[in-house]
């Protein structure tokens, strides 16, 4: 069984531009999760999508947007990129229901210059 | 407060055991405890998850204290490839995963 995909894995955009990443949920999962990981700020959560429907959602900008698709796969979106967006951005998905495991990428890498 | 609290760094001798602690004295009744770990360059990765009983799986074994403020992650024989920054997450059932800054796990040849 295929584990959650996500491309591309490494990027670099300059400032201002804007970047779209993708993901690819196990197989039969509806959730979709995204977190951003710098060094500074560590492990943060951004957003989660169930059923093309976003459930929950961080104290990230308006900038950092997503959308979720009927085949459960997603994307997120970072408009206007600042030089602290560069970040690895990880995609998560499980089943969706209460306690279910989540299972993570191997993330994409974002270089802003 | 959601996070946790574990140690920064510990390190182990391999083939040895390893126990790594986490404090969550503000845990509610219905909190479950996840372990996840993340090795250079990769996504976190699920170890194991409990609430309130002792668990195992292939993995690792999860001793959770009887008043549910502790619990501790057990590597019953650590290897090279267990190093690794291990985090320890509080789970409310909502799908996201508050994490902290981990314990940095180097195994010792």
């Known amino acids: 069984k295929a584990g959650v995909t996500q491309t591309p894995r490494y990027l670099i955009k300059t400032r201002g531009q804007q970047v779209t990443l993708s993901c690819s949920p196990i197989s039969g999962h509806r959730s979709v999760s995204w977190y951003q990981q710098t060094p500074g700020q560590g492990l943060q959560f951004l957003f989660e999508?169930?059923?093309?429907?976003?459930?929950n959602k961080g104290n990230f900008p308006g900038r950092f947007s997503g959308r979720q698709f009927s085949n459960s796969r997603s994307e997120m979106n970072v408009s206007t990129l600042e030089l602290g967006d560069s970040a690895l951005y990880l995609c998560?998905?499980?089943?969706?229901?209460?306690?279910?495991?989540?299972?993570f990428g191997e993330g994409s890498w974002l270089t802003v210059v | 407060d959601a996070k946790t609290t574990q140690p920064n760094s510990m390190e182990s001798n391999e083939e040895e055991p390893v126990h790594l602690p986490c404090n969550h004295s503000?845990?509610?009744?219905?909190?479950?405890i996840h372990w996840y770990r993340q090795l250079p360059s990769q996504g976190p990765e699920y170890v194991i998850h409990?609430?309130?009983s002792n668990v195992n799986n292939r993995m690792a074994s999860l001793a959770i204290a009887e008043d549910r403020k502790s619990s501790t992650l057990i590597l019953h024989r650590a290897t090279l490839r267990d190093a690794a920054v291990y985090y320890c997450?509080?789970?409310?059932?909502?799908?996201?995963?508050?994490f902290g800054t981990g314990t940095r796990l180097t195994i010792i040849p």
């Open positions: 409990g609430l309130t």
């Open positions: 503000t845990i509610s009744g219905t909190d479950y």
């Open positions: 997450i509080r789970d409310f059932g909502n799908e996201k995963l508050t």
């Open positions: 998560a998905s499980s089943l969706g229901g209460v306690r279910n495991t989540i299972y």
């Open positions: 999508y169930f059923s093309e429907t976003q459930r």
